[in-house]
């Protein structure tokens, strides 16, 4: 069966991506609480209740667009950060329990995770003489290993179509992350960071994130009859 997905859930990024590199005493107006994503795979039925299957997933936490001002409240810039996953995975599927069109079933799930950050950085007039910097964008990443686990059930929808709806658990921890391109940013106004260099905060820290949490999601699933 082919399937397509949608998931929503709670994000613990916070402000991990930018709140160590934005310069001392910066307040930054904005959180990532959630995200949300979309999936495309196949699912290969390897007997009555044991399922694999084998997803394209995508996530986008909540990009935050917000002020960066000083203690004394001057605005000195407006930052864009968004952080985006791609993520391919394989899931094994258990069908524990089946009543009439209904099925309930388990899922344990790994992915290879390529994470992307971008900050983009407007400096205002303020900002750029307290900084020492002008107008930047610095895009990060790093590929980590995934992992889920959830409990979900299955109905028929349809002729050859079900629907499906599952809660989980979503494992996401990224431990460092390179620079892809050159920059001059807020900790290294003069000599700049470079492509492959590694992103530290501003105590000489990796920058690490937590992109994991709780998720529900809801799937179509359509059964080629013909196999």
């Known amino acids: 069966a082919a399937y397509v997905r949608g998931t929503g859930g709670l994000s613990q990024l916070a402000q991990d991506s930018f709140r160590d590199s934005s310069g001392p005493a910066t307040t930054v107006d904005g959180s990532t609480k959630y995200n949300y994503g979309g999936e495309v795979g196949f699912m290969f039925g390897l007997g009555t209740n044991f399922h694999v299957r084998i997803g394209a997933e995508v996530l986008q936490e909540n990009p935050v667009v917000g ?18 996953v791609f993520n391919p995975n394989i899931a094994f599927e258990y069908v524990y329990s089946a009543n009439g069109n209904m099925r309930f079933y388990s899922v344990f799930g790994v992915g290879y995770a390529n994470v992307t950050v971008v900050n983009d950085y407007k400096m205002t007039g303020p900002g750029q003489t307290a900084l020492n910097v002008g107008d930047f964008k610095e895009t990060m990443d790093t590929n980590v290993i995934s ?13 050859n179509v079900t629907f499906m709806a599952d809660v989980g658990y979503r494992y996401l921890p990224v431990k460092s992350l390179k620079y892809k391109a050159d920059t001059v940013n807020i900790l290294s106004p003069t ?13 000489g820290s990796n920058r690490t994130l937590n992109l994991g949490g709780l998720f529900a999601g809801v799937a179509f699933r359509f059964y080629l009859n013909f196999l």
Not at 67 to 84: I, K, P
Not at 149 to 155: C, K, N, S, W
Not at 191 to 203: C, I, L, M, P, S
């Open 147 to 159: 992992g889920q686990v959830g409990f979900g059930l299955e109905t028929l929808f349809t002729d």
């Open 191 to 203: 000599t700049g960071v470079h492509k492959g260099d590694q992103v530290v905060n501003q105590d």
């Open 67 to 84: 002020d960066g001002t000083n203690s004394a409240g001057a605005s000195l810039f407006t930052l864009n950060s968004s952080v985006f």
